[in-house]
């Protein structure tokens, strides 16, 4: 079956710091990935998405690009702010539409950016 | 887009009891689904709610256990029946606006303690 697997947490940073958090999948086909953030206290949001091999998703200054002979799909940004401090969820669907909604989801990864 | 509420946002429950936990969205949408969280681990699908349809539980979910009822378009309530320690989770309710729609919405959870 489909599974994600990725990075344990917490990961603490500075300001300021490059972030990566790794993020691998199984699947068979050509799943789409994603990446969801929870901020304290609200609902997972959309960080970003990839449909095909070699789709670099980005948004609020975060990026992760589809690497399909690898597999993963980690999630970076250059530098941090306090605000990125969240619970990032990497996540996998098959299939474009119809009856393949189904997201398979990581465990999460607890970032905790420090002024 | 779509703004999901639950309520109630968290409870502490006896074992034995039962909890309903109601999902609000503010637009018509058809698929709506219900995830649990248990602590340290990734979201799992407990089942998906169409209206007009009965519930489609995933493997290991049973209608006794969390009857769904979706009455229209932008309402949904799980309940979670005989309660255990087991069952304290966050529960989360999502939507999906469109077939094609990549975007799904997550409501802010409900977290739940059974004691």
């Known amino acids: 079956g489909n599974s994600v697997t990725q990075m344990e947490g917490p990961v603490t940073l500075s300001e300021e710091a490059f972030l990566t958090i790794n993020c691998t999948y199984t699947?068979?086909?050509?799943?789409?990935l994603f990446w969801y953030v929870q901020y304290p206290g609200e609902g997972l949001q959309l960080l970003l998405k990839?449909?095909?091999?070699?789709d670099k998703g980005s948004n609020k200054g975060f990026e992760a690009t589809y690497r399909k002979e690898t597999t993963s799909f980690h999630l970076e940004k250059g530098s941090v702010q306090v605000s990125d401090s969240a619970v990032y969820f990497c996540a996998l669907r098959k299939g474009s539409g119809g009856s393949n909604y189904k997201l398979t989801f990581g465990k999460g990864t607890l970032l905790t950016v420090n002024p | 887009s779509a703004v999901i509420s639950q309520k109630p946002s968290r409870d502490i429950c006896q074992r034995g009891t039962s909890l309903t936990i109601q999902c609000q969205v503010d637009s018509q949408v058809t698929m709506m689904f219900w995830y649990r969280q248990q602590p340290g681990q990734s979201l799992t699908l407990i089942a998906t709610a169409n209206q007009g349809s009965e519930a489609t539980y995933e493997s290991g979910f049973v209608i006794d256990k969390f009857p769904i009822s979706r009455p229209n378009l932008t309402f949904s309530t799980l309940t979670v029946s005989n309660m255990s320690p087991e069952d304290s989770s966050i529960y989360l309710c999502s939507v999906r606006t469109g077939d094609l729609a990549y975007e799904q919405y997550f409501g802010p959870g409900t977290r739940l303690t059974v004691t």
């Open positions: 990839a449909t095909k091999a070699d």
């Open positions: 699947a068979t086909g050509y799943p789409s």
